[in-house]
């Protein structure tokens, strides 16, 4: 079965979309198939943890055949530790999106179904392609379905931020396909470790003059996707104008996507180009952290207040890529999950506020806690959990990036410490605000508590911050060597940086070490912090 898993989840969301399209248009048949083919690709991707060989290094469950013989096009799909928790979140997530559209989509049932499944194989794609040609396509199929999503179900603006969001993600990806191209033709191949061994052996003819602008073309592509500032006007609009379900695929997988890329091209094959751009990248990452936060906090709309904290939270994820450190790249990784989980919840929660009310207005809402004490428990976890409350998941990714931070550069740790304080600052008013004081509305009074169908979507994604925040390890032990593998190329920890490494670096590798105990080839390369 390891020889064909991945093409099974990858394309068993398709294959139920392609079902969904000859089924007759009753709306709950349609909505209870499309339950049941995403639970199916979820079981189906637990089959790679479950079967994960934490004794091997590089690529699992790889599968290579050719596609296209001229040009050579492979399809060859694969995971390392990085890849495949990307994938499950995926999966995790696409079951609860159908949940959530249970009652608020209204009209083109099955066309909203199918385009959903649709965008779940294009995400998957993305994350376990090995081919770059492969890469692309899953890469720019994941825009069409979305930008449909947003542009047909939406709200009033929808269509300027479908039109919006396509134009940008699609325009800066042609600069990628510029380096991809420029790599088949000096390479022969679209294969990833192809290309990356031809770059470490320096076999590649005018690869030295041309490798600032092959980083340049992935790395707009990748910047525009994370939304990294100042490329991140598209994001606001698209998360304001988008149903419950495409603001939850966009925040917990669509925007990982540009920071998978970053790490996985950007970092491990250009490395040089990344280390001499690093400072400048680093600075867009914390004015995006600072910047994002500030701005949520004067939002008078809830959604999109959490869409200005994408852009904070997410510039924790691409700080922590370009310290190169064990710490914060590790760090990085496991804060790309916790915002999936953290902010999709957050998203499905003002869903079903809106539901109820049909506006993200704060001012509308005050003193929900008593009329919806469920619901207020359960978004008050979410918030703490986004928040980085400690024994959360947020806690555990934000401590390492920081850790990281705070080793290649003091005053990078100082400035992406406020974030963690803004963030405190707009998530917890926003909760004051709405569910603390009085009923300032007499229409709230009456707003009934979270049902059946709300707490099954919910109680797990809190239930996952909780496991995420104290159980970290079980995630950790396989992004790990994942992370050192990738950070090879670059070459960054040196000797120098291990002579000064600072106190809240050391720590972060106590944790690490602990996370290690069934690799000691692996512990061996961390400095023994004892010694110290």
């Not at 005018?206 to 600032?212: S, V």
């Amino acid at each position: 079965m390891n020889d064909w898993i991945l093409t099974l989840i990858t394309f068993v969301p398709t294959a139920g979309a392609l079902l969904l399209m000859f089924l007759p248009r009753n709306d709950r048949v349609l909505k209870w198939s499309a339950l049941i083919i995403s639970i199916i690709a979820f079981i189906f991707s637990l089959h790679l943890p479950a079967h994960w060989s934490s004794g091997a290094h590089g690529f699992q469950f790889a599968v290579d055949a050719q596609w296209i013989k001229s040009p050579n096009i492979h399809y060859h799909m694969a995971v390392d530790g990085i890849s495949v928790w990307l994938v499950l979140l995926t999966t995790f997530l696409t079951p609860f999106c159908v949940l959530i559209s249970w009652k608020s989509i209204h009209g083109a049932t099955k066309e909203f179904f199918v385009l959903m499944l649709v965008l779940e194989t294009a995400m998957i794609g993305v994350f376990v392609s090995l081919d770059l040609f492969l890469f692309y396509v899953f890469w720019e199929g994941a825009l069409i379905p979305m930008a449909l999503i947003i542009g047909m179900y939406g709200h009033e603006r929808r269509v300027y931020a479908a039109v919006k969001f396509f134009l940008y993600t699609m325009v800066a990806s042609v600069f990628m396909l510029a380096s991809i191209i420029w790599l088949y033709v000096h390479t022969g191949s679209f294969d990833y470790s192809i290309i990356q061994n031809a770059i470490q052996n320096h076999s590649i003819s005018g690869f030295g003059n041309a490798a600032e602008l092959l980083f340049f073309g992935f790395f707009i592509a990748f910047a525009v996707k994370v939304p990294l500032f100042p490329f991140h006007t598209w994001l606001p609009d698209a998360h304001v104008e988008a149903p419950t379900a495409g603001s939850v695929l966009l925040a917990g997988v669509l925007l990982k996507m540009g920071v998978y890329g970053l790490l996985r091209f950007n970092v491990t094959l250009f490395p040089d180009q990344a280390h001499e751009h690093a400072w400048w990248i680093n600075t867009l990452a914390i004015i995006g952290i600072i910047y994002g936060a500030l701005v949520a906090l004067v939002q008078p709309n809830m959604k999109k207040l959490v869409a200005y904290s994408s852009v904070s939270h997410l510039g924790f994820c691409v700080l922590g890529i370009f310290t190169f450190t064990q710490a914060g790249t590790d760090g990085a990784v496991y804060q790309m999950l916790n915002h999936g989980v953290s902010t999709g919840a957050l998203f499905m929660l003002l869903g079903m506020l809106y539901e109820r009310r049909h506006t993200y207005e704060i001012k509308e809402y005050g003193g929900l806690a008593s009329p919806m004490p469920v619901y207020s428990t359960l978004f008050l976890m979410i918030t703490l959990s986004s928040v980085g409350l400690p024994l959360f998941n947020g806690f555990v990714g934000e401590f390492l990036v920081l850790s990281g931070a705070f080793s290649a550069k003091a005053l990078y740790g100082i400035l992406g410490t406020t974030g963690v304080i803004w963030s405190a600052g707009y998530l917890l008013w926003l909760y004051q605000r709405t569910f603390f004081g009085q009923v300032t509305q007499p229409v709230n009074a009456s707003l009934h508590d979270a049902d059946g169908r709300e707490r099954v979507s919910l109680i797990p994604m809190v239930a996952m911050a909780l496991i995420m925040g104290v159980a970290s390890p079980l995630w950790i032990r396989m992004i790990d060597p994942a992370v050192e593998h990738s950070l090879r190329p670059s070459n960054v920890i040196s000797a120098e940086n291990a002579t000064h490494e600072g106190d809240g670096d050391s720590l972060a590798r106590a944790f690490l070490n602990s996370t290690r105990t069934a690799r000691p080839e692996a512990a061996a390369s961390v400095p023994d912090i004892t010694r110290k």
